[in-house]
Each structure stands twice: as structure tokens, then as C-alpha cells.
Nanobody, 124 residues
Framework: QVRLVESGGGLVQPGGSLRLSCAASGTLFVVNYMGWYRQAPGKERELVALITSSSSTEYADSVKGRFTISRDDAKNTVYLRMNALKPEDTAAYYC??????????????????WGQGTQVTVSS
């Protein structure tokens, strides 16, 4: 089984910064992509940022230039550095990981996993 553990959320003033972390652990796997979605009260879950196995990145227009996604392959961990935070960034942030079987280990599989969510609140 695969487990995603998120950390780094909290309360921050407008203009402040936070760094979210998400570590994937469990059975042997290969990461296709990892990233972050967010969901504010009364709104649909939306993409924030993704990073692929080749380190290609994708960002929501609303966070471009302020947020940076990165990964540490040795730790199977993805990070989201959030700068110049705005009140409209307030949401529950969810880690996502698209994984597949490690070559030569067991039957082929591919699946998408979600973290439990971490709250980010931007308020003065």
C-alpha cells in the first residue's frame, strides 16, 4: 500500500511564505508525477502545481510567479514553496501522486493517490 503524508500548512499573514511537503511511502513504485491541488470552502478542487518524472512543471495561472514546485526523488517527496501569499490562497491543499509498479517487481499497476490534506490560511 502507498501512503502520502503532508506537512507544512498553517496560518500566515498576507505576503508571507509557507512550504508544503508530501512524502510518498509504501510498496516499491515509480513516480509518474506528483503535485498539489487545493479546495476552498464552497469551491471545487483545483490544480495548483504538478511536476513530472522528467521535472516538467505545470502551474495554475493564479500562482505562477509566486509558487514553486520541486521534488526530491531520493525521498519520494514533493515540495510546494508558496511566496507572496494572498487571502485567496486560503484552502485545504491536497497532495497527489500518480505511481506505477517498479519494473520487474510484481504485476503491472498504475494508480493515483491523494494525501489527507493540509490547511493553509492566509489572514491578517
Amino acid at each position: 500500500q502507498v501512503r502520502l503524508v503532508e506537512s507544512g500548512g498553517g496560518l500566515v499573514q498576507p505576503g508571507g511564505s509557507l512550504r508544503l511537503s508530501c512524502a510518498a511511502s509504501g510498496t516499491l513504485f515509480v513516480v509518474n508525477y506528483m503535485g498539489w491541488y487545493r479546495q476552498a470552502p464552497g469551491k471545487e478542487r483545483e490544480l495548483v502545481a504538478l511536476i513530472t518524472s522528467s521535472s516538467s512543471t505545470e502551474y495554475a495561472d493564479s500562482v505562477k510567479g509566486r509558487f514553486t514546485i520541486s521534488r526530491d526523488d531520493a525521498k519520494n517527496t514533493v515540495y510546494l514553496r508558496m511566496n507572496a501569499l494572498k487571502p485567496e490562497d486560503t484552502a485545504a491543499y491536497y497532495c497527489i501522486a500518480d505511481l506505477q509498479n517498479y519494473p520487474g517487481h510484481g504485476s503491472p499497476w498504475r494508480d493515483t493517490y491523494w494525501g489527507q490534506g493540509t490547511q493553509v490560511t492566509v489572514s491578517s
